[in-house]
């Protein structure tokens, strides 16, 4: 099929981002990132999160106060 390396990119991408996950502790992922406002973690959140909204999960509803950074409810 024309678009399989598309496929295989997004499989190479997320074992890449296991393997840079993987044996991390909880501080490592409270840690700041270069993104204003974002830890590791809220990184890691938006990804997956991001992959699940496109293949058709149901957004949750948000339960917190929506932070600075966030613009709209799909954020």
């Known amino acids: 099929?024309?678009?399989d390396?598309?496929?295989d990119a997004l499989d190479e991408t997320w074992?890449?981002?296991?393997r840079t996950l993987q044996g991390r502790s909880e501080r490592d992922f409270?840690?700041?990132?270069s993104c204003p406002g974002r830890s590791v973690r809220d990184v890691?959140?938006?990804l997956t999160g991001t992959e699940?909204?496109?293949?058709?999960?149901?957004?949750p509803e948000?339960?917190?106060p929506r932070p600075s950074h966030v613009k709209n409810s799909l954020g």
């Open 15 to 18: 074992l890449a981002t296991e």
């Open 44 to 46: 890691v959140n938006h």
């Open 1 to 3: 099929m024309a678009n």
């Open 30 to 33: 409270d840690a700041l990132t």
């Open 5 to 7: 390396w598309i496929f």
């Open 62 to 64: 948000a339960t917190l």
């Open 52 to 59: 699940l909204f496109l293949a058709g999960a149901p957004i």
